[in-house]
């Protein structure tokens, strides 16, 4: 099975996941509550990951699935090939605004990330890539971004965290040109790739970063929990993405003293 | 003089300049720091004014204009027609995502604001309307967003105001659904138009809420400086436009303790 295959349909699969939201937001909704009144679920995200898991299954009984909605948010181990998938990222955009959200679907190999997927549904903006193949929006290739400094870049940031200064997110975010908060972990990992923004400071799930972390790999960015530890695919982390010359600044000047 | 043909004068005039700052992006273009190092101006900024001052000047010479960038950024006062305009709002965007940024022309009759236009280049989006005429987006008549209270929705802020806490900003946004930070004006003033946004906490010149008043103005929306004052359109002020349910409470459980 080639990596070109899987790419093909796992574009379709967006692309069918995508035409059911945007018509499911024509019509009304359930929305809940998950762990407080800020973090919500609706019916068409739990919808969306029943759509993307049949397809998985069908195509690829065997592998593993890791989903942000019911019974797919924990995963034994990383070994053989996982598919990490969040069905809409920015639950709370899609809600409010009905646009800024994404579909995420990343495959990973024995824990090697091997392709990542970032759909911004209401933009059609499609980044996607992978190890050894590049990053692409759409049909273009991206260009690896410039290794800029801290204060050379906008700072994709996590609002509870600056407002807090939690892990120094708002002296770090000082430190730069300015903080953006989307409310949407793809965005910023787009953003990221496109070379718009330099780096990224949030409050993760594995579904949240397994596709952007794909993308930011073959990149050079770099990447870990914000006390410098690898991703543990386990549970919420606080998140930091940035350029080496930003995220070694990041480090030294604010997390290692 | 009609409204109507203002109005296709306007918008034609936005398309010209929205094709001139495209065109630009693809060029070198001079970058500089105004006030301080995240406060920067390019060559296209100042072009793009001169192209919309230009224009004014041609059609509607006996009239008074207030504008960003050099020579036009005060005025001593409403009287008359007054054209306010921002020929790129979000500047910082612009310089380091090449989106995200505005075109804002605004046109007040004696201190009423009667047409208001923001124009969001990259993403193809003009929201425009003016007194007694509604609110538009493109083609397709906006409807009212519903009054809806604080904690009912998403809360457009300035980062430096919620990472200080000043005028309890942050306070103000944990309270909501959660604050976003776009560094663009027009864009958080669109975001309220459409219903996405409840409200917008910032600090903003003249030229950066003038066009989304007169739209704001429309909807019903409450606005002032954040101490309750009416807006001098006078240099930089703490800026509050909210829906009324929202602005209340705002004004209440915080601004007022």
Known sequence: MTAEKMIIEIKDWIREAADFIQTSLTTDFAVSQKSGRTDLVTSIDEETQTLLIKKIKEHYPADKILAEEKGYSTIDSLAGRVWIIDPIDGTMNFVMEQENFCIMIAVFEDGIGKLGFIYDVMKDELCWGG???????????????????????????????????????????????????????????????????????????????????????????????????????????????????????????????
């Not at 400094?149 to 430190?175: P, V, W």
């Not at 730069?176 to 409050?203: D, F, P």
């Not at 386990?234 to 290692?256: C, M, Q, V, W």
């Open 131 to 257: 190890k050894g193949i590049g990053v692409f929006l759409g049909e273009q290739r991206l260009i690896q971004p410039k290794n800029l400094g801290l204060s050379a870049g906008l700072l994709g940031m996590n609002a509870y965290m600056f407002g807090e200064d939690i892990h120094c997110a708002r002296k770090i975010g000082h430190a730069s040109m300015g903080v953006r908060v989307s409310g949407c972990a793809g965005i910023e990992m787009i953003a990221m790739l496109k070379g718009n923004h330099i780096g990224y400071v949030s409050n993760l799930s594995p579904w949240d970063y397994a596709a952007g972390i794909v993308l930011l790999e073959e990149f050079h960015f770099s990447y870990s929990t914000i006390e410098g530890k690898a991703l543990s695919f386990s549970g919420r982390e606080y998140f930091l993405a940035a350029t080496p010359e930003a995220y070694s600044e990041i480090k030294t000047n604010f997390l290692d003293k």
